[in-house]
């Protein structure tokens, strides 16, 4: 089954305790990007990579690191998580930057931070 | 950044009735996609629309785009409680280097 997989669903830390959430997709997609959801804010970009290697910051990148080392797996890292930080976040990935079949999304990593 | 704005913000309605949302956006686009999410699950893509079309159908839902007045409404016919989600537009700007921009969101509620 094409999907994106991310771990874990649900998280609770305490601020400063470094972690990375994990994410793979099985599509071969090009595009991979990470979204964070707050209520009232809507989905905000945190990073995105157009392929492997290549990684850019999107609005709300304080905070966070990315890596692509493979085209499957695109990790979030959290070096120094802060309560600020607590959301939910989603991976998702589409083939070419959504611009033909949309992007498809992982279930999503509740994250809380205290 | 939010280009596309979502109208009603919540919508309920019976079920069999038809549900409209709107979204509107401020630039140019290369496309403009709707997507449904569930309760504190991921986004679902349900239809892709380009700036050279002007309708699209897929089942039970219907999306037009007016890129002149830079807004595009979704329709979903004859709604059933499993309609029940919030639904997000996002637009796919010509400067925008693949981003997705997106609204706020409708949140539908389909009353049995």
């Known amino acids: 089954e094409a999907q994106v997989t991310q771990n874990p669903r649900y998280l609770i830390t305490v601020t400063g305790k470094k972690l990375t959430v994990t994410c793979s997709q099985n599509m071969n997609h090009e595009y991979m990007s990470w979204y964070r959801q707050d209520p009232g804010l809507g989905l905000r970009q945190i990073y995105y990579?157009?392929?492997?290697?290549?990684?850019d910051k999107g609005d709300v990148p304080e905070g966070y690191k990315v890596s692509r080392k493979e085209k499957r797996n695109f990790p979030l890292i959290l070096e120094s998580p802060s309560p600020n930080q607590t959301s939910l976040y989603f991976c998702a990935s589409s083939p070419q930057g959504g611009q033909v079949n949309g992007y498809t999304f992982g279930s999503g990593t509740r994250l809380t931070v205290v | 950044s939010q280009q596309g704005e979502e109208d009603p913000q919540a919508l309920s309605i019976q079920e069999g009735e038809n549900a409209t949302m709107n979204c509107s956006y401020k630039t140019s686009i290369n496309n403009l996609q709707w997507y449904r999410q569930n309760s504190g699950r991921g986004l679902v893509h349900l239809i892709l629309?380009?700036?050279n079309e002007r309708e699209k159908h897929s089942g039970r839902l219907r999306v037009t785009l007016d890129t002149s007045k830079k807004s595009s409404s979704l329709l979903i016919t004859a709604s059933r409680a499993a309609d029940t989600a919030s639904y997000f537009c996002a637009t796919d700007a010509w400067d925008s280097n693949y981003q997705l921009i997106w609204g706020a969101g409708t949140k539908l509620i389909i009353k049995p």
């Open positions: 629309i380009r700036s």
């Open positions: 990579s157009m392929n492997v290697e290549v990684t």
